[in-house]
């Protein structure tokens, strides 16, 4: 453990001292997917929502229940660091077990019937459900063609400081994530209600699409004011806000237009803050929504008639300057505009997305999406050395 901390200040220091290490030209000619960057398909899964909520994940979690089991060990080992005494963990689990109990229906149930399908404890699903609040960074586009054409796309970062493996170079939890990696159908009455590029065993949301009215991803922002202070008002009682990836499945699962699903990812008080980057079906119906957990501090709109044809975002407040050792908006924004409005399509976001340092070692996988077609797709990647960390 100290002696990958030791790489990692190394890395970073490096990085302070050296304008982009990692960067590159942006790159071109990458879809479809193929190469060293590309780990394979993700597999299709459909959840019935019209069975009880503790049934609806039963058919993934039996097919994914060893993965789901990997990556609950490894949350354990990390656990142990900390916590070196068996009974403080068990007493953890315990603890989280209970705040399952709290969560709002039909989150509870379900994540109930994933830990009894996947015989874990349900403390550790529950850790397993919330680590999207802490741990992630993250990279998303909505881009508008010449036809008003709307496209949406993301990288999913997760693992940051959970475990570098020094031997393989890469993030301990970021590889054993990928296995996990699903793209899923919830379906109503046999037919579909909006789709999702979705971890096993993880409820929430964090990329999705409402076929024919909207595309919707997230990402997190680091504040102060930040989801950890969210959980704890949630242990002590204080419970009037919602769990982001929550919100955003709520959102997919029954918001009916562009503007209600804006209006309510706007103005829904969080336990942490983050960015709701929603895209419509429409010329202009484009926005990243900055939010703190009370309030929206910023909504950045498409509009193509001013200049304005992509919105993009990382983790960090279009109107403060990223951090020099974590730069990935400046570099994506260059490659937008060298592809240019008129070239605008998946495949070139696919481009941006597979360029370092927006391709890193802490991506698991690339989301396209597009609103028209009802097109959702999710590729597993790779970031071959020499690669950023982050």
Known sequence: MRAAVVVMLAVTWVAVLTKDPYGEDCRYHQYPPTGATFRGSVPDFIINLDLPPRERWVQLVREKKDELNVIIQHIKKIMSVFFSSGKLIQLLESKMAWLGSTLPYPFNEEIEGIAQTAG?????????????????????????????????????????????????????????????????DFQKNNKTVFQSANLAGYVGMVSGIRPGIFTLTM???????????????????????????????????????????????????????????????????????TRSRTAALDVWNLNASTGTWYVLETNYDRWKVPLVVDDRRTPAMKCMNLTMQQNISLPALYNVLSTKPMLNKLTVSTTLMEVSEGRIETYLRDCPDPCSPW
């Open 120 to 184: 874990a404890e349900l403390g550790d699903i529950v850790v397993f459900n919330v680590f999207y609040e802490i741990f992630t960074v993250c990279t998303s586009i909505i881009a508008e063609d010449k036809a008003g054409k709307l496209y949406h796309a993301r990288n999913l970062d997760f693992g940051l400081f959970l475990g570098w493996d020094i031997k393989n170079s890469s993030w301990i939890v970021t590889q054993k994530l990928k296995p996990l990696m699903v793209s899923l």
């Open 219 to 289: 990402n997190e922002r680091f504040s102060i004011d930040g989801g950890y202070i969210g959980v704890f008002e949630w242990i002590f009682g204080k419970r009037d806000g919602w769990w982001m990836s929550f919100l955003t499945r709520s959102v997919l699962e029954n918001s009916t237009s562009y503007e209600e699903a804006k209006d309510r990812l706007t103005n829904t008080r969080l336990l942490a803050p983050a960015y709701f980057i929603l895209a419509g079906n429409q010329s202009g119906q484009g926005s990243v929504i």
